[in-house]
C-alpha cells in the first residue's frame, strides 16, 4: 500500500509540475534541459495513471490479483505510449503505419513481461 501512496503522490506533483510548465513557458525558451523536464513529468504522471488503470483491471475485470512489480512493470511499458505518440507527432509521422508498429511494439513488450516477470 505505501508504494501505490509514493506512486500517487509522485503523480500529483509531477501533474503540478507538467501544469506549470504548459503554462509558464513556451517551446523556444524551456531549452534542453526544459524538455527532459517536460518528457519526464509526462512520463511519471503517465505512470500513475497507468498503474490505477491496470491494477483496476485486474481487479474487477479478471478477478484476481497481480504482484506489485508486474503491475508496475505493466504501467512503465504502457507509460511510454504518449512519449511515443508526441515522439511520432514531432516527426510528423501519425499514421496507420506508426499506430500498427507502436501497437505491435507494446504488444511484444507486454507479453515479454507476461513470460518472464
Known sequence: MKHNQIILASSIIGLAALIMILNLT????????????FFTTVYIVSFGIMVFLIGSFFRIALKKQVSHSKLYLYAAIMAFVPIMLMMARSFGAIN???ISLMTIFVFLAEFLVYKRA
Open 26 to 37: 513556451s517551446p523556444t525558451e524551456i531549452g534542453p534541459f526544459g524538455v527532459l523536464l
Open 96 to 98: 496507420l503505419w506508426t
